[in-house]
């Protein structure tokens, strides 16, 4: 794989935290960089066990791989020690030094503010904290003596990386329709979402990157309020099995069937090599557990060749149940 950037294609919650955590553990993921901030949960079934990772990149599932945080990243001090904890990989992981630092008064603000309130924030203070750090008054890693152990080069490093051969994963959160450019502004995050985004948040140029790799969920979800087009009701959401609450903030989760015209446009966005389709089974429920293509039923085949034809782009992996391994495998 040895660049790949992992990227969510409609308003995040997708599933990305399980594609790393496969590949992390199948493709023994040297180097896991994570972007973005604690708006976002990843959520990660490994060994019965459930992760909802904040801070922590997925890629510690794999326990050679190190995990970085990148320059562009928010960095909640209290967060990140509760993960590093609970995940125990105290001696493997990394902040950049100019990493942005999430203080208290950043998610007092999000709180607050009669404008975030109306886009439903998640009320981390992400949105604040840029602010700050575009008005270049914000405190940056560096600036906090509890992080002097953990404090590195992740821009260096990862390129080290890349040019060695290593297999790097950069980690990007949300997905493209929440994206601050890109999405439905105004109801969209604080940043880009995009896989180009991702790369400068942690410090690899377009060159160094081989795989750009869009998680699309089976059917699409959001949180907060703004457009959903074919949105279904609670009731229809939960007679299909699609009901979900949010891994980070336990708001439910709006749902509504899979859009091909927005998976062409994150397709296009992103600059995508490669698909990856998840939560097969929850609209086709005879996939669950699959871990062959062609144990599937032809109406969940037919969904993924229709997938592949209208972005034309190859769907490499299928998700197909909670745990890191439930997946099928089409690359070569
Ligand atoms: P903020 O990112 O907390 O400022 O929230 C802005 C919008 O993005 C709200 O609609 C949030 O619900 C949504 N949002 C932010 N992060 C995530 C995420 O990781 N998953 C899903 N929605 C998110
Ligand atoms: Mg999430």
């Known amino acids: 794989m040895p660049c790949t ?133 914000a405190k940056i890693a560096r600036d906090v003596p509890e992080l002097k152990p953990y404090l590195a080069d992740v821009a260096a490093e990862t390129n080290n990386a890349i ?25 969209v995050t604080g940043r880009d979402t995009s896989a180009s985004a991702i790369c400068s948040e942690a410090g690899v140029g377009p060159t160094k990157v081989d795989n750009v790799l869009v998680v699309l969920k089976s059917f699409m979800t959001r949180v907060g309020t703004g457009p959903l087009p074919g949105e279904l009701s609670k009731e229809e959401a939960m007679k299909r099995g699609w009901f979900e609450t949010a891994a980070g903030t336990g708001r439910d989760r709006r749902s509504a069937p899979f859009n091909f015209e927005l998976a062409r446009k994150a397709v296009m966005l992103n600059g995508a090599t490669q698909v990856a389709v998840t939560k097969l089974d929850c609209v086709f429920p005879q996939c669950k557990g699959a871990k062959d293509y062609n144990d599937l039923p032809n109406d969940a085949k037919q969904f993924v060749n229709q997938i592949e034809k209208q972005t034309r782009v190859p769907v490499s992996l299928i998700g197909t149940g909670p745990e890191a391994l439930d997946i099928i495998d089409r690359r070569r």
């Not at 040019?163 to 109801?187: A, D, I, R």
Request: proline fraction near 2%; charged fraction near 25%; charge should be positive.
């Open 163 to 187: 040019n060695g051969g290593k297999n790097v994963l950069l980690e990007g959160t949300q997905g493209l329709m929440l994206s601050l450019f890109y999405g439905t502004y105004p109801y």
């Open 5 to 137: 950037v992992i990227c969510g294609g409609f308003w995040g919650d997708e599933g990305k935290g399980k594609i790393i955590s496969y590949l992390a553990l199948k493709d023994k993921l040297d180097f896991c960089v994570r972007t973005g901030s604690v708006n976002a949960a990843h959520t990660i079934w490994y060994q019965g066990k459930r992760y909802a990772l904040h801070m922590v990149p997925g890629g510690f599932v794999h326990e050679k791989c190190r995990l970085l945080i990148g320059a562009g990243s928010n960095v909640e001090v209290a967060q990140f020690f509760k993960e590093v904890e609970e995940t125990n990989v105290k001696n493997r992981i990394g902040i950049d030094n100019q990493a942005s630092i999430i203080e208290e008064k950043h998610s007092a603000q999000d709180k607050a503010s009669s404008h975030l309130k109306g886009l439903g924030t998640t009320g981390r203070g992400v949105g604040p904290a840029i602010e700050e750090r575009v008005r270049r008054t």
